[in-house]
C-alpha cells in the first residue's frame, strides 16, 4: 500500500486502485479517483479492486489488502515493465540506443 485512506465503518468497501512497484521493487497499490460524479473515471483508471473489510476504517500505508483485478494480469505487468525501463532511461540521462 503506497498510499493510506480512510473507509466506511460498518461496511465491506471494494476501493479503485493502481497497481505500481514501490521502492523495493515489491508490487502495492494506490487508491484511484475519490468519491463523486467521477466515479466512472476512477474506474476507468483502476487496474483492481482492493476489498476492505468491514471491521477497518483506516487502510495504512504498508497495508496488506486482497485485491480482485479488474484487468489481465499480463496488462499490468506489461505497463509495470515499460514504467520500469523509462525509469531505468531517466537515471541514465535519457541516454539509450536508438536506431535513425
Do not use: C, F
Given at each position: 500500500?503506497?498510499?493510506?485512506?480512510?473507509?466506511?465503518?460498518?461496511?465491506?468497501?471494494?476501493?479503485?486502485?493502481?497497481?505500481e512497484?514501490?521502492?523495493?521493487?515489491?508490487?502495492?497499490?494506490?487508491?484511484v479517483?475519490?468519491?463523486?460524479?467521477h466515479?466512472?473515471?476512477g474506474?476507468?483508471?483502476?487496474?483492481?479492486?482492493?476489498?476492505?473489510?468491514a471491521?477497518?476504517?483506516?487502510?495504512e500505508?504498508?497495508?496488506l489488502?486482497?485485491?480482485l483485478e479488474?484487468?489481465?494480469?499480463?496488462?499490468i505487468e506489461?505497463?509495470?515493465?515499460?514504467q520500469?525501463?523509462?525509469?531505468?532511461?531517466?537515471?541514465?540521462?535519457?541516454?539509450?540506443?536508438?536506431?535513425?
Amino acid at each position: 500500500m503506497l498510499e493510506g485512506w480512510n473507509a466506511p465503518a460498518g461496511k465491506e468497501q471494494y476501493a479503485r486502485v493502481t497497481v505500481e512497484l514501490d521502492t523495493t521493487g515489491a508490487y502495492a497499490v494506490r487508491p484511484v479517483g475519490g468519491g463523486g460524479s467521477h466515479m466512472v473515471a476512477g474506474l476507468a483508471n483502476a487496474d483492481a479492486l482492493a476489498v476492505v473489510p468491514a471491521d477497518v476504517e483506516e487502510v495504512e500505508v504498508g497495508a496488506l489488502v486482497e485485491v480482485l483485478e479488474l484487468r489481465p494480469w499480463g496488462v499490468i505487468e506489461a505497463r509495470l515493465n515499460a514504467q520500469r525501463i523509462q525509469d531505468e532511461l531517466e537515471r541514465a540521462g535519457g541516454r539509450g540506443r536508438h536506431r535513425g
